[in-house]
């Protein structure tokens, strides 16, 4: 592990040589997007349909089990 931390040493030294006055400082090496789609409002599942596939509901909620206890 020694030899490998000397050569990311002797690496960073190197780049140390460069002329950096034009360069603008950055976050990231490559610039970045934004990849999510933007929020929009849409009708959501009937509550009814998502109850009905559950095993155990009371009409508003799925019951399942205590987990913590009583």
């Known amino acids: 592990m020694t030899t490998q931390l000397g050569q990311i040493v002797e690496y960073v030294a190197q780049l140390?040589?460069?002329d950096?006055?034009?360069v603008e400082?950055?976050?990231h090496a490559i610039e970045l997007q934004n990849?999510?789609?933007?929020?929009a409002v849409r009708p959501s599942l009937d509550r009814a349909d998502a109850l009905g596939v559950a095993p155990h509901h009371d009409g508003q909620?799925?019951?399942v089990p205590a987990v913590l206890g009583d």
Request: with cysteine.
């Open 20 to 22: 950096t006055t034009d």
């Open 61 to 63: 909620c799925y019951l």
């Open 35 to 39: 990849v999510f789609r933007d929020d």
């Open 16 to 18: 140390s040589e460069l």
């Open 25 to 27: 400082p950055m976050a």
